[in-house]
């Protein structure tokens, strides 16, 4: 990049710490999301609002889009007032939203066809990851625009890699949250197993964390659940769609992932029972 111009799409949980690790860095930030009034604290931090994603990509030389769901990516970038048809010729796309691999694929096509760099990176890490500028960044597309992306990059994530051609970074995602899908389960049924047992679950996680069983779900939202902590740092009803999204895969390929199904199951008998837009931890909820 040659100037310090972001469009930033999407001022949720993660956008919003994002923003800001952006807006500290002296970048400026042209921000849209579909309701103002939650993006007013980052207005009076200095971003700039705009009435459209189109209003923001074109006053910017690279543009993020941090959205809900691949409905939500296609809605930001197609039509008169999206992405796609107002960004400037050579600038910069990259949707961090976990979205479909073929989504990814088809806005690269659209974007190449207008001169425009387009690059998916999703991100792992949570509203901490954010916060503290340490996420994990899982990119597909071209190594040009890979390279010209890397300084924005490296100010909201430290582990950024390149993993193919577009749509590689959606894949890794599903990947990641294969993981921790099942990781999740084993959390969860060893606190309540620590607690039955009549063990102190925090001693207990003092000599697990640190062993073979060690993992950022058991460090970072081990603990919050025993403070009953359940807000979000990722919704429920988004870990859901992404595991939707990688069963769906999975099935074009002929995989099948027991695990990641008994997950999901577990996780929608939560959702159904109200708990949609607390955070992926609430999954002990299922023996409480």
Not at 99 to 123: F, H, M
Not at 133 to 150: H, K, N, Q, S, Y
Not at 202 to 225: D, H, Q, T, Y
Request: proline share 3%.
């Amino acid at each position: 990049m040659t100037g310090k111009s972001i469009a930033f799409i999407g001022t949720g949980v993660m956008g919003k710490s994002m923003i800001i690790n952006l807006l500290n860095d002296g970048y400026e930030v042209n921000i849209y999301n579909r309701t103002k009034e939650k993006a007013e604290d980052l207005i009076e931090k200095g971003a700039f609002w705009c009435s459209t994603p189109g209003e923001a990509a074109s006053k910017s030389e690279l543009t993020i889009t941090m959205v809900g769901y691949p409905s939500d990516v296609k809605e930001v970038y197609y039509g008169k007032d999206g992405i796609l048809e107002n960004a400037a010729a050579e600038s910069i796309l990259i949707d961090m939203t976990t979205s479909t691999p073929t989504l990814a694929k088809e806005i690269y096509e659209e974007a190449k066809k207008r001169s425009l760099v387009s690059l998916d990176a999703p991100v792992s890490g949570g509203d901490i990851g954010a916060k503290n500028g340490t996420l994990t960044i899982m990119v597909g597309g071209d190594p040009e625009g890979f390279d010209r992306a890397m300084e924005v990059l490296s100010v909201v994530g430290q582990n950024i890699v390149l993993q193919g051609g577009a749509g590689s970074g959606q894949h890794t995602k599903m990947c990641n949250q294969i993981a921790i899908a099942t990781n999740m389960i084993g959390v969860c049924e060893a606190l309540v197993y620590a607690e039955k047992s009549g063990l102190d679950p925090n001693k207990v996680l003092e000599s697990i964390s640190f062993g073979a069983a060690g993992s950022w779900s058991l460090s970072n939202l081990a603990p919050r659940i025993l403070k009953e902590d359940f807000s979000p740092g990722f919704f429920i009803k988004h870990f859901i769609k992404d595991m939707g999204i990688a069963l769906d895969e999975a099935e074009k390929m002929n995989l099948d992932l027991p695990g990641l199904k008994m997950a999901k199951e577990m996780y929608d008998q939560l959702r159904n029972a109200g708990e949609e837009n607390s955070g992926t931890q609430a999954l002990y909820k299922y023996w409480a």
